[in-house]
């Protein structure tokens, strides 16, 4: 039988055009508490910067929305880790998980971004 546990993220949720709670339900591994909280530490922090505009999980993964402006600007190594610390909350800080992210830019929800659980692609820099 597959457990499985509602995950809720408040502030930075995009359901539709409208910013919400987030409800999305994870499967149940063993997750990390610990890595957990340190994630959530961070996606606070992303939020707090609006870095993270927004944040949405769908069958086919999970969207990211970003400042563009602010995203082209920061390093290729900092983009990463932030698409890894929402993966990372989504999954429980399981490090056995991973998941698809697409990274959008909030002003013309373009994709900016795609993360395939491994490696992060930059699109149209």
Request: glycine share 8%; proline share 2%.
């Amino acid at each position: 039988m597959r457990m499985t546990k509602a995950v809720f993220i408040t502030g930075l949720i995009a359901a539709g055009t409208a910013f919400g709670l987030l409800t999305a339900e994870v499967a149940l591994a063993a997750p990390d508490q610990a890595r957990t909280q340190e994630c959530q530490s961070k996606l606070v922090k992303l939020q707090q910067a609006r870095i993270l505009q927004g944040l949405s999980v769908k069958p086919s993964g999970i969207q990211m929305v970003v400042d563009g402006e602010t995203w082209r600007a920061i390093d290729f190594k900092v983009k990463t880790e932030m698409v890894r610390t929402v993966v990372c909350m989504i999954v429980e800080g399981d490090q056995q998980k991973s998941a698809v992210v697409e990274v959008r830019d909030t002003l013309n929800n373009k994709v900016v971004g795609r993360y395939d659980g491994r490696n992060l692609e930059v699109v149209g820099q």
